[in-house]
């Protein structure tokens, strides 16, 4: 019987060949993670969209535009889902393929900033 359909990991492989699918895709990966991301952990805290959406403060359609990753989230954004998860933001600069850069710190965001020493004035 001859197959009908075919993974979409091999339709993706084929299409990535195409620069410009390619420039595009790069392009959504970003909104694409932060939807899997806040899907994932709200499967794993067995809550609902409403019940997020409630914690953190937003509308069920924001939150449902995020997780249908039709819509950027904002880092205040990211810091309430955050929050509402137990968890914090965050961010890492990575190459094309996915490896994080190195000598570069990631990026914490949260509702607590790291308090900054007083800077020392001489005079001369």
Same mark, same amino acid.
Do not use: C
């Given at each position: 019987?001859?197959?009908? #359909?075919?993974?979409?990991?091999?339709?993706?492989?084929?299409?990535?060949?195409?620069?410009?699918?390619?420039?595009?895709y790069e392009e959504v990966e970003?909104?694409?993670?932060?939807?899997?991301?806040?899907?994932?952990?709200?499967?794993?805290?067995?809550?609902?969209?409403?019940?997020?959406?409630?914690?953190a403060h937003l509308q069920r359609?924001?939150? #449902?535009?995020?997780?249908?990753?039709?819509?950027?989230?904002?880092?205040?954004?990211?810091?309430?889902?955050?929050?509402?998860?137990?968890?914090?933001?965050?961010?890492?600069? *990575?190459?094309?393929?996915?490896?994080?850069?190195?000598?570069?710190? #990631?990026?914490?965001?949260?509702?607590?900033?790291?308090?900054?020493?007083?800077? *020392?004035?001489?005079?001369?």
């Amino acid at each position: 019987m001859p197959r009908r #359909s075919r993974p979409w990991k091999e339709i993706k492989r084929e299409l990535l060949r195409d620069a410009a699918f390619r420039q595009a895709y790069e392009e959504v990966e970003p909104e694409f993670q932060a939807a899997r991301a806040v899907i994932a952990l709200r499967a794993a805290k067995r809550i609902t969209q409403e019940e997020l959406a409630a914690r953190a403060h937003l509308q069920r359609p924001v939150l #449902s535009r995020i997780e249908g990753a039709k819509t950027m989230p904002t880092i205040p954004t990211l810091e309430r889902l955050a929050a509402a998860f137990g968890a914090k933001v965050e961010i890492r600069f *990575v190459d094309r393929n996915n490896h994080p850069l190195r000598r570069v710190p #990631s990026i914490r965001v949260g509702r607590t900033r790291a308090r900054l020493a007083a800077p *020392v004035i001489r005079r001369v």
